[in-house]
Every structure is written in structure tokens, then in C-alpha cells.
């Protein structure tokens, strides 16, 4: 029975390779498939999943699409899925790339099928083998969806800590967002390693761009300045809003022991006057506020 | 293992004490005892603790390390801790030990600076009682 089985779909797929892509590209385009990508696109996939399909077939193996001669048509599965979480597609449209095959197989199997035990048994192991296919895409397409966010995740973790070098011996460290433990400890860590980079016995915390300050953030930041004391470099936290201020003040946060600045200009005088430099305004500029 | 006792060398007025092996407990108070011992015999004015090579500084340690500065500075010597690892740092801070009144320093250089500021500052403020 099992041999039996499978028997008529590798002659379809040999014997009609052009028919059947021309139908199931028709009912692709019907169901939007193909949104977002180009027709030829589209058509170059199709084409290389049904000669790679048509291969895996003769084999016939129809049961287990993780065996290697399976490898071509996972192979373009997984590019099918892949530019479809990429590109925006719902599951759903990604999935349908391989289930609008099955109505094109379905009529060519029940036109050359002679008895209904026949037909019931080769329908049935070509339905399963589609959606094995099936679920393999939305499996896929899911991983390709997790590894876009992950990216943009790690993307946002970097963005948002830069740490910059103002002067000798100082670096800034403008934080932007909000300020949980997993980004504080990112931040600490970016922190310290330029502190040792570049040698810098001052660091300046500018908190311009958080949205909050409440007990929570203000408990990382004294971590994070308690952590530079201890590699020898003193902190200096600057762009303290007025609102923030009075939210600290009205919460209880103290920042003891930690110099706060209104601006990071101000943070960044104090800096130099710490590090023995100061700023000076040259004759040239003397003369030109004059004239 | 008993017999581990970590160096003290002496340069000019200060101590340098470079620890270049994992310590363990007993080693950190062997060390303790020797530092005390030398600031006393020496008359020395300083001490710098070199961790740079530590990677790993539990809680213990951690508190010997205040101990080390609370003693010397009863017998007037200042104490910098000198070339903590940024892991050191973050794991001390989450143990919420903050080493505070230990002076630190980002090297052994900075750290000497540190020593010999606060040496000038403190003959000084004798020139001035005198005069």
C-alpha cells in the first residue's frame, strides 16, 4: 500500500512541470502571494521549488522532507520564507506560496486516477506531504521573524550607549530612553571598558534624553557611578531637567556624594577644571566680540 | 597553600602591593596582617594596591580590602586601589560593596599622583601651622 502510494504524483510533476507552474502561479498571484516581491521573482522561486520538488519526488521519498534530497526544496523554502518576514508578509501569505500548489496537484491526481481507493490514498500522501511543507515555511518564516527582532534589539542596545571621548581623560555618556536593569547593565559595562580605553578619569553621565527618573533609575545610576569610583574615575551626572529635579526631589531620590549639572556644558567645565585645563578665548575672538 | 604570602615593596615613602595571584581567604589576611606590620616598621606614607591582575574579588575580599584602607589610614597611610577590571567593578557595586573611603585610581601612575597630592597637601598644612 505504502509503495503504492505517491505513485501517480511523480509522473504529474515530470510529465507537466510547465502546466502545473503556469496554474499554481495563477493562484498565487489570486491569493497575494506575490505582494512585495516582483512577478519574476516569484516565478524564478516557483520555477527552482517545483524542478527541486520534482526531483525529491522520483525518489520517492513523500514522508520525510528532512532527508537530503529534500535539501533543494528547503533550500528554497527557507529563501521564500525569509523575504517574506523581511518584506512584511502575514504567515499566512508565506504559507500559501506552498498550499496554493495543492488544487493544481489535486485535479491532475483525481483526472488520472481510475478508482476511488486509489485516488482517497494518493490525495492523502500528497495532502500531507504539502503540509509538512507547509508548516516547515511558517516554522521558518517565524525564525526569520525572531532573528529581525533580535537584530533590532541588539541594534537598539548599542545605539543607545554610546559612549564619547570629550577631551583627554574625559568621555561622556548621553543616555537616551528609558533606563531598565538588562540596558543599565549594558551601559555600565560600555561605560567602564571606554573608561579603561581611553583612560579617563572623568566621566560625564548626561540623562538630557531619560523620560524618567524615579527611585529605580536613579539606583542604576548611582551603580553605575559607584562602579566608575571604583575604577578610579569620578562621575558627574548633567542635564537634569527641572521637571526630573523636582520628581527626585518630591520621590526622595538622593544622589548623594554624586556631582549633578544642569547642562553638560557645565558638567564639561568642571571636568577640565578637575583635569587642570581650562578654556580660554584666543585675541582673534577677543577683537572680533569688540568690533 | 598557607605559605602564600603576597609581596610588599617599598618605593620612597609608599608601599606597592601587587597581587598577581587568585587569593584566598587566608592569603588576604596573611596580607593584612604584613601590610599593618610594614606601615608601622617603614613609616610609610601610602600604599597602592595593584588588583589589575584579579578577575575574580568575591565579597571577602572585598571587605579586606576596606579593612586594608580603614587600618593604614588609622596609621596614617592613605590607601588607593589601583587597576580594578570593569567585571571586578560591576560584580563589587552588584554585591553592594562601593569600597567606600578606599581611593582608587584607573593605574599604578594615576594612583601615585593620587599619593603624592595628598603627601604634598599634608606638608604644606605643616609649612602653614609652623609659619
Redesign the interface.
Known sequence: MQNDAGKLLPEIVRSDETGLLTEWLKLQGASGVSRGTSEEDVREKSRDFLRGFAEAVQHGNLTDIDAPEWESVRQVLTDVSKSGARNGLTPAQTATFVFSLKQPLFTRITSKSNDVETLASELWTVSKLIDQLGLHTTELYQKGREEVINRQQRDILELSTPVVKLWDGIVALPLIGALDSERT?VV??TL??Q??AN???IAIIDITGVPTVDTLVAQHLL?AV????????ECIISGVRPQIAQTMVHLGVELHEVLTKATIADAFAVALKRTNRKVVVTDRAAEAQRA | MTGQRIPILQLGPFLLVSIQIDMDDQTAVALQDDLSNVIVRKGARGVLIDISALDVVDSFIGRILGTIAATSRILDAQTVVVGMQPSVAITLVELGLSLKGVRTALNIERGMDILRASEDESTTDVDDDDA
Do not use: F, H
Open positions: 547593565q555600565m559595562e567602564l571598558e573608561i579603561v583612560g579617563a578619569s551603580k559607584a562602579a566608575a569610583r571604583l575604577m578610579g574615575a
